[in-house]
Protein backbone atom coordinates (compact mmCIF):
# COMPACT_ATOMS: atom_id res chain seq x y z
CA UNK A 1 0.00 0.00 0.00
CA UNK A 2 2.58 2.43 0.81
CA UNK A 3 4.73 1.73 -2.19
CA UNK A 4 0.82 2.64 -4.30
CA UNK A 5 0.89 6.06 -2.46
CA UNK A 6 4.64 7.01 -2.71
CA UNK A 7 4.85 6.23 -6.75
CA UNK A 8 1.22 8.27 -7.26
CA UNK A 9 2.38 11.11 -4.99
CA UNK A 10 6.03 11.41 -6.32
CA UNK A 11 4.18 11.77 -9.73
CA UNK A 12 2.69 14.59 -8.85
CA UNK A 13 4.67 16.95 -6.84
CA UNK A 14 7.32 19.35 -8.04
CA UNK A 15 9.78 17.83 -4.87
CA UNK A 16 9.83 14.16 -4.62
CA UNK A 17 12.35 14.12 -2.59
CA UNK A 18 10.24 15.77 -0.18
CA UNK A 19 7.46 12.58 -0.38
CA UNK A 20 7.17 10.49 2.73
CA UNK A 21 4.85 8.17 3.88
CA UNK A 22 4.64 6.27 7.49
CA UNK A 23 2.70 3.01 7.67
CA UNK A 24 0.58 2.39 11.12
CA UNK A 25 -1.71 -1.01 11.31
CA UNK A 26 -4.27 -0.53 14.20
CA UNK A 27 -6.97 -3.14 14.38
CA UNK A 28 -6.53 -4.62 11.25
CA UNK A 29 -6.43 -1.17 9.70
CA UNK A 30 -4.01 0.21 7.60
CA UNK A 31 -3.06 4.13 8.39
CA UNK A 32 -1.41 5.66 5.73
CA UNK A 33 0.12 8.88 7.00
CA UNK A 34 1.53 10.96 3.20
CA UNK A 35 3.78 14.25 4.04
CA UNK A 36 4.95 16.46 1.10
CA UNK A 37 6.35 19.94 1.09
CA UNK A 38 4.26 22.87 2.25
CA UNK A 39 4.04 24.12 -1.94
CA UNK A 40 3.05 20.79 -3.15
CA UNK A 41 0.35 20.53 -1.11
CA UNK A 42 -2.03 21.49 -3.26
CA UNK A 43 -1.05 19.33 -5.96
CA UNK A 44 -1.54 16.43 -3.74
CA UNK A 45 -5.60 17.17 -2.34
CA UNK A 46 -6.44 18.85 -5.96
CA UNK A 47 -9.34 21.59 -6.38
CA UNK A 48 -12.45 20.36 -4.39
CA UNK A 49 -10.13 17.32 -2.99
CA UNK A 50 -10.95 15.13 -6.15
CA UNK A 51 -6.72 14.60 -6.66
CA UNK A 52 -6.99 12.85 -2.41
CA UNK A 53 -10.24 11.55 -3.12
CA UNK A 54 -8.62 9.89 -6.23
CA UNK A 55 -5.63 8.27 -4.33
CA UNK A 56 -7.82 7.24 -1.11
CA UNK A 57 -10.60 5.43 -4.61
CA UNK A 58 -7.04 3.31 -5.58
CA UNK A 59 -5.68 2.79 -2.26
CA UNK A 60 -9.08 0.99 -1.50
CA UNK A 61 -9.56 -1.24 -4.83
CA UNK A 62 -5.96 -2.43 -3.73
CA UNK A 63 -7.00 -3.22 0.14
CA UNK A 64 -10.24 -4.99 -1.13
CA UNK A 65 -7.83 -7.48 -3.28
CA UNK A 66 -5.64 -7.97 0.06
CA UNK A 67 -9.27 -8.34 2.40
CA UNK A 68 -7.99 -5.00 4.47
CA UNK A 69 -9.18 -2.01 5.31
CA UNK A 70 -6.59 0.97 4.26
CA UNK A 71 -6.84 4.98 5.07
CA UNK A 72 -5.21 7.97 3.65
CA UNK A 73 -4.38 10.92 6.03
CA UNK A 74 -2.51 14.32 3.83
CA UNK A 75 -0.53 15.96 6.22
CA UNK A 76 1.60 19.20 4.90
Known amino acids: MKE ?3 TIA ?3 VD ?4 VHVTER ?3 G ?4 ELRVAESDMG ?6 GRVAQAIRTVLKAA ?3 ENCRVMLEIVG
Do not use: F, H
Request: hydrophobic content about 45%.
Open 29 to 32: TILL
Open 4 to 6: IVI
Open 43 to 48: KVIGKQ
Open 63 to 65: AMK
Open 25 to 27: DED
Open 10 to 12: KAL
Open 15 to 18: YPDE
